[in-house]
């Protein structure tokens, strides 16, 4: 039963975790960062951030009240930067999963001091993700519900399960609940340390009402052990489907540029690819604010980066296949669309997209990108946004110009599109922000195991 | 005789005698994991059967150690999948091709194809809320009372400590021979713990 | 008062007849409820008022249905005393006629609850047969616009029609006007014939009174060569479907030049093809614009207006016009000598089967050349008839020189302006704005409140011709008596009721009028079933004026044309031609029509500067470049865009632009170009002066790319490929018949809507773009947000150019949804808003709609249109009278397209289950673009029935499914476009082949 329990067989070297800490360090460590008040850059940060959030709501109540006109949005480009967030922000969810639930099935130790922020990403960016598919409908008020399949006496409807539209509010919605599970069930044992570190009376009531009364029982843990596994069983398969999904509102289009086969795998790499880049983005930073290089270490980075490098030719290697299929099927739409891609209105997006996720990556063939934390920080915000351009590319430059050049037109954002954006980026920050302060942002218990794993195997070196 | 013994219990001064105690059991404090596991497998070939130990992080092999059987959580989970699967197949089918016939894009009512990722999703979305609450269920999750927290240094089970505790309820449960044991066992501080 | 009618309605079957209601107009509370109605506009009206007005509306209704009450007329009438032959939601329909510059087309109206909301072809009259045009439809929405004259003004404060008609006593008296020498009265072109008994009338009463009949766009060069050429006033007239040969010399006659319905219909029965081996016609185009004419050309050559007739001379002489016999003589040599070569060939082997016809922007001379070529031809009798004109023709250019002359001279007491709008539309070098100050007394009948209103002392608001009673005879004589629909919104007066005051006719009504002309023509015992049928008909049955055989001596005929025929120069030209929106201004405040593209440019809310490619590389320019035009003093800022296929050194300008005094919808629309327009240089300003401005303006056209990119999209074929090999139109694109994953569903029972659109007979006008806008309640979006894409046209017209930008074909194919069976958009809809009728409709469920657009991308066609903004929100109370209550009216936020009219299908259902008929008849449901199209080029019918006509034009070999090879099935099919090139002559441009 592979289970959060030491290994001995597992080899740990460099140890991950440095300076010689002790459990106790560790509980000190992480708890502190919730206890005592945060430093300065905090406040600036989440001041910035939230101000970001009150605009994303006053964008969007502006939209709901005058309607989708004043977004960019157009015939035939029904499908702007709403639906270019939406595969961004989900795609960036993909990497918390992975790293909590399939580098866990794998054995991978050193995911330890990272997956608790990662899932708490993952979440985030799935709220922030979930803002657009309700407000990208023209009558968000009438989709709130009938995109689910409640009874509505309304025109005793039901939904159109064929859309894939349909299967991506299933898709998106388990993700987001499982998610969400699986973060709380790990949360467990760690709240119980906050509850019985408190010494006021309000941290003792939330964290005791938080954490449930765990104990850390042996008959507790043998329950939780199977629990955390079972989920990460179910999750790994669900992240994979979930983009999979996603890639089908396009794929099961008839549009070229859309309607291809290669699309779930090329989305999924793609996610993790985006995912990693943004906890690289995230962690770099927190770690050098909390000062954690003790628990997050260079060797955590590496291996993110590598992560990163071989998804990212995994990406690069799809936009050629995209190409020469569509020479190869010899369908003339298809292969225009292709051509019109690189050459046409939108090549300035597709170069973009090409230069940020498929030359940028390579660079972390070379150590000293994956061991620079700096250096692999500027590296991953190039990936952001190119990973943000190959979504608009694949929506804005199959649309703008499809099968009857009569409808051809083209796609430019207004300041609504650009505020909306900039908005959820601002409520992601913020949420993540509040995680750092008040929850553990680095999974205690875990670090505890790994750390009594590295002592043991200090001593057998000794003996 | 015995009240001459109990006098040198380190007991509440209000308590009376051992007999009046109602107590929840002794608990000791180890040191590491081995210490703990050590004294565990001690008592159990003593012929202890009421163990349970509190560790920060899971300890392998402490489980078969206190001779726990196996979590029968995996059965829960399989069940609600496959409650999930069902309820998928049911929506699509009964919505589509009993309840509202339309026909879309030429396409048949009900057909397998379509009906799979929502057949796949609420498959995982049942099975996980199966393991969550299945678990919570097992742990009796939540609890908000447990004599264990009447042990002094309880909290630190969830920082640094590896605590032991022979309950009560053992039926060679004697307090004052168990406090002895556990010492000798190596537990920095043993506690008699009422209820 | 005396009844003016009297009918019997046990007598009455099917239509009932109107009534008017002009006593209930004529009281002062009803006056004073008008004036009190708008009084700025729609935004003070409160809903009291509205409901009153529907009340109204509901009582002049119901009394039209109560067709004998010898009663005095009650102001209201509660619905629940239903009038007879009236049921509640069910539309009636009434046969008027509409007069649209001069010349009449019967219509059909429909009204609902007494609101008149479509206007249809009367398939009894000639000059209609059933279809109309872009602006007839449109004219339906100027009815309710809330920007019309509301009131009577006097020296701009408030009167009324009673202090107007004392005033009018007293001016129009014998002792005031004495003969009538300081009279004037200008009017549009009329064929009324009630208002000419009042003119004449009017001169027997003032002798010396001068009445000008005055159209900005006119016919009178043809008129004056036909009389050049035959030496007597006559009205021509061109068979089309009697030519096998036609060469029109800038002559849009499929376009704005003519009185476009019966040309097209006559045209388009000569290019439709059933069988491959069937005749077509042979089209030889010259012209400087590319026109709708030129569109459907198999042979077009770029000219210059100015040098036309140059061509024409040239032609002449290849036809030896002033020899013995008819004979080519074939000396040509460069490539407009070859045209001219073989164009003469092919006329000269259809003698007496060809059509030379020449173009309003051509002098006179050149019309009567065309005579002579015509003549020589021996098409004179055959295809070229002549008729008595139904009014004299005057030259009217003359006739307002003179009057301006006289006005400077303060000869002038008293000027009557009826309808139109001269202040704007008269050659600007008349000043005529100030002019009309110089008068003693002004009076300017007008619909809106424009350039002339302002400029009068007296302002009178203008009956619509919805509103008010009339008559006209279309160009071959043909009359129809006009009955109006609905009370005068504003209390507006027709031209013929206020010339009745003028000549101080008693009664001066509408229907007193009309009636006592027509009864009077008619023995007594006769007169009321004669009326009643006139009505019912549309047109009055009388001996028609036959055509009159003028003989034409082609020799003197070019003796007199030759010597004033001016020779091909160089320079720069500038044309004016009418807009296919404003037409000459008169559209200028309609939405529809500002919001239908041009059938060419698909340049929407402007008027733009057309130049040819060679000519924008010799000067420099780029599309949206602003110009600046010079002729002497004149001058006018316009932006330029290429066209592709247009003439070199020639510009096109469009009239009806830059109003200054217009409604909020065409106030300042677009560059007025009749600043350059003079009355020497009326239709063609030569040796004009072009300046760069520096600046750029913004042109926003529905559609921004123009080639087929070598797809097969409009699928083109000449006659002799077509007959060779016509299997080859569906070979060009595969279609996976049958392929699928799934058993397809089973559309083989009941109705199952099928339509086949013609693209040889289409000639891409807009008239069924607004008749779908006009039918389904299609929001108009306006310029900036056509700019962003959001066009609402259920039916779009998708132009492409093949060939060189220079010799440029074009090919015009009309797309709404194609109803696919296998709907790639019904299956991404997360809500099921869009699913698929039992009858194989695509339907649209608007309030499931969510609207997230998915749809919309996934059709191949783009043809749906989202609301992406509340487009209905601030529409004008008097404007929603113009919706169809068949058609939901469109929130924000949802999808919608074309639906096949479903609301006709099912009350053509309905009215079938009620005759306790089990099935539709073929053709007795009409989709409305369909009903409207003047070249019958949309079919649309049941595919089940294999009798239907949609069915048997779906089996012929050139019938095509568009984007087939996705396998969605679509129910509309194409019918490929068939030219019939000359062999001799390599086509004007190789095609591009798709």
Redesign the interface.
């Known amino acids: 039963m592979a289970d959060l329990a030491i290994d001995h067989d597992f080899e740990l070297s460099p140890p991950l975790v440095q300076g010689g800490m002790t459990y106790a360090d560790v509980s000190e460590k992480v708890s502190a960062i919730t206890e005592n008040k945060p430093p300065k850059q905090w406040y600036y940060a989440i001041a910035v951030t939230s101000l970001m959030t009150l605009m994303l709501f006053g964008c969007l109540t502006y939209l709901v009240t005058t309607g989708i006109g004043v977004w960019g949005n157009n015939n035939p480009v029904g499908w702007g930067w709403d639906i270019t967030n939406f595969v961004w922000w989900i795609g960036i969810g993909h990497a918390g999963t992975l790293i909590s639930a399939i580098l866990f099935l794998f054995r991978q130790k050193w995911r330890t001091s990272i997956n608790r922020a990662a899932e708490a990403m993952t979440l985030f960016a799935v709220a922030s993700a979930g803002i657009y598919p309700l407000f990208h409908t023209g009558r968000p008020w009438r989709a709130i519900y009938w995109l689910f399949p409640l009874p509505n006496s309304y025109l005793h409807l039901w939904q159109n399960f064929r859309s894939p539209l349909m299967w991506d509010v299933f898709a998106v919605s388990t993700y987001a609940t499982v998610s969400a599970l699986f973060w709380f069930t790990g949360l467990i044992p760690d709240l119980a340390t906050l509850r019985d570190r408190a010494t006021n009376r309000i941290r003792k009531l939330v964290f005791g009402l938080l954490s449930l009364g765990w104990r850390g029982s042996a008959s507790q843990w043998r329950h939780y052990e199977l629990a955390y596994l079972i989920l990460a069983g179910l999750s790994t398969p669900l992240v994979l489907s979930v983009h999979s999904i996603v890639s089908f509102d396009f794929a099961t289009a008839v549009l070229p540029g859309w309607h291809t086969t290669i699309f779930p795998p090329y989305f999924v790499a793609g996610a993790i690819f985006s995912g990693f880049a943004m906890v690289v983005t995230l962690m770099t930073v927190a770690r050098w604010v909390y000062n954690l290089e003790n628990l997050i270490t260079i060797k955590h980075l590496e291996n993110m980066c590598k992560v990163i490098l071989a998804t990212g030719s995994i990406v690069g290697f799809a936009y050629a296949t995209e190409f020469f299929i569509a020479w190869y099927s010899g369908n003339p739409y298809e292969r225009f669309a292709f051509m019109n891609r690189a050459f046409g209105p939108y090549c300035w997006a597709y170069w973009t997209m090409i230069t940020c996720n498929v030359v940028v990556p390579q660079l972390f063939w070379f150590s000293k990108f994956r061991t620079t934390p700096a250096l692999m920080f500027i590296l991953a915000i190039f990936i952001n946004i190119g990973m943000w351009f190959e979504r608009f590319v694949i929506i804005a430059s199959s649309l703008h110009r499809d099968f009857l050049p009569a409808s051809w037109g083209y796609f430019t954002p207004t300041w609504v599109d650009i505020c909306t954006f900039a908005g959820t980026i601002g409520m992601f920050l913020t949420l993540f922000l509040l995680f750092l302060r008040f929850l553990p942002a680095i999974a205690m218990s875990e670090i505890k195991g790994v750390l009594y794993q590295q002592n043991q195997q200090q001593k057998g070196a000794h003996e | 005789m015995s009240t001459s013994f109990l006098d040198k219990l380190p007991v509440p001064a209000f308590l009376k005698s051992a007999a009046e105690i109602k107590c929840y059991g002794v608990v000791g404090d180890f040191e590491s994991?081995d210490d703990l596991l050590r004294a565990i497998r001690t008592l159990r070939t003593a012929g202890f059967t009421k163990l349970?130990?509190?560790?920060?992080?899971?300890?392998?092999?402490?489980?078969e150690a206190?001779g726990?059987p196996r979590?029968p959580?995996?059965r829960i989970?399989i069940v609600a999948a496959l409650l999930g699967l069902a309820s998928a197949l049911a929506?699509?089918w009964w919505?589509?091709a009993v309840?509202?016939k339309?026909?879309?894009?030429?396409?048949?009512l009900f057909?397998l194809?379509?009906?799979v990722?929502?057949m796949?999703?609420?498959t995982?979305?049942f099975?996980?809320?199966g393991?969550?609450l299945?678990?919570?269920h097992?742990?009796r999750?939540?609890?908000?009372?447990?004599p264990?927290?009447n042990y002094s240094q309880?909290?630190g089970?969830?920082?640094?400590r590896f605590l032991l505790a022979v309950e009560a309820a053992d039926p060679k449960f004697r307090g004052e021979e168990v406090r002895t044991l556990l010492d000798s066992l190596g537990s920095r501080h043993t506690e008699l713990v009422e209820a | 008062m005396k009844p003016l009618v009297e009918i019997n309605p046990t007598r009455l079957t099917g239509k009932q007849y109107w009534r008017s209601l002009d006593q209930a107009a004529a009281t002062p509370e009803f006056q004073e409820w008008v004036t009190s109605e708008f009084p700025e506009g729609y935004a003070t009206v409160d809903g009291t008022n509205r409901r009153t007005l529907l009340k109204l509306m509901g009582a002049s209704f119901g009394l039209a249905g109560l067709t004998a009450c010898r009663r005095p007329v009650e102001k209201i009438l509660p619905f629940s005393r239903a009038s007879e032959g009236y049921i509640h939601g069910q539309p009636l329909h009434y046969a008027s006629v509409a007069t649209f510059n001069g010349t009449a087309a019967g219509v059909i109206v429909t009204t609902i609850e007494g609101r008149p909301i479509k206007i249809e072809g009367n398939p009894k009259h000639p000059y209609s047969l059933g279809a109309t045009n872009a602006h007839l439809q449109a004219s339906l929405l100027s009815l309710y616009d809330p920007d019309r004259a509301k009131e009577v003004q006097h020296k701009g404060a408030r009167s009324s029609w009673d202090e107007f008609a004392a005033w009018a006593k007293a001016e129009f008296d014998v002792t005031k006007q004495g003969d009538g020498s300081g009279l004037r009265i200008v009017s549009e072109r009329n064929a009324s014939p009630t208002l000419a008994s009042v003119r004449t009338d009017l001169s027997k009463r003032f002798p010396k009174a001068l009445w000008v009949e005055y159209e900005s766009v006119n016919l009178d060069a043809a008129r004056a060569g036909a009389a050049l050429a035959t030496g007597q006033s006559v009205e021509p007239h061109f068979v089309f479907d009697k030519a096998d040969v036609v060469f029109s010399l800038d002559c849009d006659f499929l376009g704005l030049d003519s009185a476009s319905i019966l040309p097209v219909k006559q045209f388009s029965k000569r290019r439709r093809v059933e069988q491959p081996g069937d005749k077509m016609n042979r089209l030889y185009v010259a012209e400087a614009n590319y026109s709708l004419t030129g569109a459907m050309a198999d042979h077009r050559l770029r000219v210059k207006v100015g040098d036309a007739g140059a061509l024409a001379l040239e032609l002449a002489k290849e036809l030896n016009v002033s020899g013995k016999e008819l004979k080519v003589l074939g000396n040509a040599a460069d490539k407009t000598g070859k045209f001219v070569t073989e164009l003469a060939k092919d006329l000269a082997e259809h003698k007496g089967k060809s059509i030379v016809v020449a173009g309003p922007r051509q002098p006179a001379a050149v019309h009567a050349l065309v005579f002579a070529i015509n003549a020589t031809l021996g098409n004179i009798g055959q295809t070229v008839a002549f008729t008595k004109p139904p009014s004299e023709l005057t030259n009217s250019l003359e006739q307002v020189k003179q009057l301006v002359a006289d006005l400077d001279a303060g000869k002038v007491k008293t000027l009557v302006l009826l309808g139109g709008n001269p202040v704007y539309t008269m050659p600007t070098d008349l000043n005529f704005g100030a002019a009309v100050k110089k008068a003693a007394a002004s009076v300017a009948l007008t619909e809106e409140e424009n350039e002339t209103w302002l400029a009068s002392e007296w302002r009178l608001p203008m009956a619509h011709a919805l509103e008010c009673w009339g008559d006209a005879r279309a160009l071959d004589g043909t009359a129809s008596i006009q009955q109006p629909m609905i009370e005068p919104l504003y209390g507006g007066r027709s031209v013929l009721e206020v010339a009745a005051l003028v000549a101080g006719r008693e009664p001066a009504t509408g229907y007193g009028l009309v009636n006592a002309f027509w009864t009077a023509q008619w023995p007594a015992a006769e007169r009321e079933k004669r009326w009643k049928a006139s009505l019912f008909d549309g047109i009055v049955a009388e001996a028609k004026a036959a055509a009159v055989s003028v003989p034409v001596d082609a020799k003197k005929a070019l003796a007199a044309a030759a010597g004033r025929i001016e020779p091909a120069r160089a320079g720069l030209e500038a044309a004016f031609y009418p807009s296919h929106s404003a037409y000459d201004g008169r559209f200028a405040n309609n939405a529809w029509m500002q919001e239908a593209p041009d059938p060419m440019t698909k340049v929407v809310w402007d008027n733009v500067a057309l130049i040819s490619k060679t000519t924008a590389g010799k000067l420099g320019l780029r599309d949206g470049d602003l110009v600046s035009l010079s002729k002497g003093q004149q001058k006018i800022d316009v932006p330029v865009m290429v066209q592709p296929g247009h003439a070199d050194d020639s510009i096109s300008l469009f009239l009806g632009y830059g109003r200054a005094a217009c409604g909020r919808v065409g106030q300042g629309v677009g560059h007025r170009v009749e600043g350059l327009r003079t009355t020497d240089h009326f239709f063609l300003v030569s040796q004009v002066d072009l300046k760069k401005t520096g600046e750029t303006y913004q042109i926003v056209t529905t559609q921004e790319h123009h080639r087929m990119e070598g797809r097969p999209i409009v699928r083109e074929a000449s006659s002799e490929e077509y007959q060779k090999e016509p299997a080859a139109i569906k070979e060009m694109a595969e279609s996976p018949k049958g392929l699928t994953l799934f058993p397809f569903h089973d559309y083989s029972k009941g109705y199952q809507w099928g339509m086949s659109i013609d693209l040889s007979a289409c000639i891409g006008c807009n008239a069924c773009l607004v008749a779908c806008q006009s039918e389904n309640n299609i929001a108009v979006v306006g310029k900036d947000q056509v700019r962003r894409g959001r066009e609402m046209h259920w039916i779009r017209l998708d132009r492409y150019y093949t060939g060189s930008d220079e010799e440029a074909q074009v090919v015009t194919q009309p797309m709404a949804c194609q109803q696919c069976e296998n709907a790639p958009c019904e299956s991404v809809c997360p809500v099921a808003a869009t699913s698929h009728s039992p009858e194989g409709l695509n339907d649209m469920a608007y309030n499931r709609c969510v609207g997230t657009r998915y749809c919309l991308n996934n059709c191949p066609y783009k043809v749906r249109r989202f609301n992406f903004l509340a487009w209905n929100k601030d529409v004008p109370e008097v404007r929603k009278l113009v919706f169809n209550p068949d058609v939901t009216v469109r929130m924000r936020g949802v999808m919608e397209k074309c639906t096949y009219c479903v609301q006709r299908i099912e009350r053509g259902k309905i009215a079938a289950n009620a005759d306790g008929r089990r099935l539709l008849r073929e053709g007795e449901v009409v989709s409305a673009c369909q009903q409207v199209c003047p070249a019958d080029a949309i079919v649309f019918g049941n595919i089940n029935d294999p009798q239907s006509r949609v069915s048997k034009l779906k089996k012929q070999a050139r019938d095509y499914e568009l984007l087939g090879e996705l396998n969605i099935r679509p129910r509309t099919t194409y019918l490929a476009r068939l030219r019939n090139p000359n062999p001799a002559l390599e086509p004007a441009a190789e095609k591009e082949n798709p």
């Open positions: 994991p349970e130990a509190y560790s920060p992080f899971p300890i392998h092999g402490i489980g206190l726990e979590s959580l995996g989970v929506l699509q919505t589509g309840d509202y339309l026909v879309i894009a030429g396409k048949p057909a194809e379509p009906s990722p929502i796949f999703e609420l995982i979305l099975g996980a809320f393991a969550v299945g678990m919570f097992l742990n999750l939540p609890t908000y009372y447990h264990f927290f309880s909290e089970a969830t920082n640094d």
